[in-house]
Each structure stands twice: as structure tokens, then as C-alpha cells.
């Protein structure tokens, strides 16, 4: 009995979508493959078509990020349930080794192995370890697996994003669904949310090999959001889960919402070449807490 399923989210992925299906039905153990098609225009249909094993569901109209992945959860029967782009891939040993894991530790709510990086042909790009070295996670940490009150918002972040991308992320269904799935007010940070959400009701398993390979390239639709949208998901969605775990004081909140708004104005400044927002931004940076904050370069990206 199959007890993975892997959920492809997709719209318009007819240039790798053929790839990704490939390298599912390739793996050593067989996982269940479930297609949500967000309402592609190009010949995304047709490429999955030929996975006659492939469970295939449109969408009845075009869905946002998080509604989307919310969406997919009725269609999941399987014990484990994992997301994965339409361009990212699986090595063949994937499912087994995250199977023998499993095994290993049943209570476990989140498992999650290495990723390696690629370019639109393939190409292997650098690792995702400067995401550890840019925000100062510190190494007696890696092995932080849940957030508990009283943690540091370093620890948090060091919970949601150590070393894995998304595709390398295997969740505990019924979890999931506890937890009341994904937001689907977001359509960017919907993955740091749920991590959070289930991390708050178990540990994580890491295994430690680079079984998944996360694409990418200009035409990814996260690259194609605007900046602002990011930052004040990035911002809802620290202060709901900090709040909730009893990390984040109110003047943290402070500093992390005057941050999100001086990004806001750079990014209206380097964009329209606006010297006002630019001017009002540099203003604001004056603030002695946020100057101190800057100077800190505190461990959290917002």
C-alpha cells in the first residue's frame, strides 16, 4: 500500500511538468502522484495525460498559492503528503529513504532531506548553505526540530529554513489537516506558515542525503510577485507564528513591521527611481532602535 503522495500545484508547466512526473514514477518506492491544475492555458493537460497513473483535478477557477495547496488536501488519502512544483524533481531513492525514516520515527509530524539546486537545463547551481552563513544561524542549532515558548526568533527561523527547500518536505497528513491546511490569503510564504503550524505539534526528521533538486529560473511565478507582497506575507506570518509561540516581544514586532515598511519604500525607490520614498526611507533608518537593529543585523529576514 502506497503511504506517500506527492501534489504537484501547477499552472501553465509544460516546460518541465513532463520531467517532474518522470522522476516520481521512477522512484523506488511507488507514491501516489496528484496533479492540481490551477487553470493552464498552455498544454500542461496533455503532458500529464500521457501518466495514465497520474490522478489529474482542474480547478474550477484560477487559485492563489495557498488556496490552491489547500484545495489539493481533500484529494490526499495517504498517511504522508508531500508538494512539489512543476519543475522540481525527485531522485529515484527519495521515497525509500524517506519510508525507512518514517519507519524509524512514526511520531515524527515533518521529515525533510537535502536539495540540490539546478538552472533551467539542469545544470547544477551552488548549494543552499549561504542561507545559513546570511542570517547567522548558528551550527549547535542545526539540530532544532519544534519551537517551544520561550525560543528566539533565530531558532525559528533556523526551524523553518535550515538547509532544504520546499520539494524536499514530506508532511503527516492528518497533521495538515489539524492544523487547518494551508492559508489561502497567501500566495508566497504558504510554506514557512504550515512548517510552522505542524512543527508546533512535533519533531522533524532530517535525512541527510540531497534526494530532491529544486529548479531554478527567470519564469518561476514567485520571482514574477511584487517585492511588497513578499515582505508583508514574510511579516504576517512571523508575527502570527511568533505570537503564537510566545517569541516575539511587541517592540520586536515594532522593529520588524518599520523594517517591512522601510523595504517597501526602497523598493518603491529603486523600481520608480522615487528619491522621496528613497529620502523618507533613509529617514527612517535614523530611528535609534531601528539603527541599532540594522547594526545588530539581526538573524531574521523580513
Same mark, same amino acid.
Given at each position: ?16 511538468i513532463?520531467?517532474t512526473?518522470s ?9 501516489s ?13 496533455a ?10 483535478v ?13 484545495f ?6 495517504t498517511?504522508?503528503v508531500?508538494? !512539489?512544483d512543476?519543475?522540481?524533481l525527485?531522485e529515484p ?12 520515527a512514526?511520531?515524527a509530524v515533518l ?43 533565530e ?7 535550515p538547509?532544504w527547500?520546499?520539494c524536499a518536505?514530506?508532511?503527516k497528513?492528518d497533521?495538515?489537516k ?10 508566497y510564504?504558504e ?29 518561476q ?7 511588497e ?18 517569541? !516575539?516581544?511587541r ?21 520608480n527611481?522615487?528619491l522621496g ?7 527612517k533608518? !535614523?530611528?535609534?532602535?531601528i539603527?541599532?537593529?540594522l547594526i ?6 523580513i
Amino acid at each position: 500500500m502506497r503511504d506517500l503522495t506527492a501534489v504537484i500545484n501547477v499552472r501553465n508547466g509544460q516546460p518541465f511538468i513532463e520531467e517532474t512526473l518522470s522522476s516520481l514514477f521512477r522512484q523506488d518506492y511507488p507514491v501516489s502522484v496528484l496533479v492540481i491544475d490551477n487553470q493552464s492555458t498552455d498544454d500542461t493537460a496533455a503532458v500529464v495525460a500521457k501518466f495514465p497513473l497520474a490522478q489529474y483535478v482542474r480547478t474550477l477557477q484560477p487559485l492563489g498559492l495557498g488556496a490552491a495547496r489547500s484545495f489539493s488536501l481533500s484529494y490526499v488519502k495517504t498517511k504522508y503528503v508531500a508538494w !512539489l512544483d512543476s519543475d522540481d524533481l525527485w531522485e529515484p531513492a527519495f521515497s525509500a529513504s524517506m519510508r525507512r525514516a518514517m519507519e524509524k520515527a512514526s511520531d515524527a509530524v515533518l521529515l525533510t532531506t537535502g536539495t540540490i539546486c539546478i538552472d533551467s537545463e539542469g545544470k547544477e547551481l551552488p548549494a543552499l548553505e549561504p542561507y545559513q552563513r546570511k542570517y547567522r544561524i548558528h551550527p549547535r542549532r542545526e539540530n532544532k526540530d519544534r519551537l517551544e515558548k520561550g525560543d528566539t526568533l533565530e531558532a525559528l527561523l533556523m526551524t523553518m529554513r535550515p538547509r532544504w527547500a520546499w520539494c524536499a518536505t514530506v508532511f503527516k497528513t492528518d497533521v495538515v489537516k489539524d492544523v487547518g491546511g494551508f492559508d489561502p490569503s497567501l500566495v508566497y510564504c504558504e510554506d514557512l506558515d504550515i512548517i510552522a503550524k505542524v512543527l508546533r505539534k512535533g519533531t522533524s526528521v532530517h535525512v541527510p542525503a540531497n534526494l530532491t533538486k529544486y529548479r531554478r529560473h527567470p519564469n518561476q511565478d514567485t520571482r514574477k510577485l511584487n517585492p511588497e507582497t513578499i515582505y508583508h506575507e514574510k511579516l504576517l506570518v512571523l508575527k502570527r507564528v511568533g505570537q503564537d509561540a510566545g517569541l !516575539l516581544s511587541r517592540r520586536r514586532i515594532s522593529e520588524m513591521e518599520r523594517i517591512t515598511e522601510i523595504k517597501c519604500l526602497l523598493t518603491h525607490f529603486f523600481r520608480n527611481r522615487d528619491l522621496g520614498k528613497g529620502l523618507w526611507a533613509f529617514a527612517k533608518c !535614523l530611528d535609534p532602535r531601528i539603527f541599532a537593529y540594522l547594526i545588530r543585523r539581526a538573524s531574521f529576514a523580513i
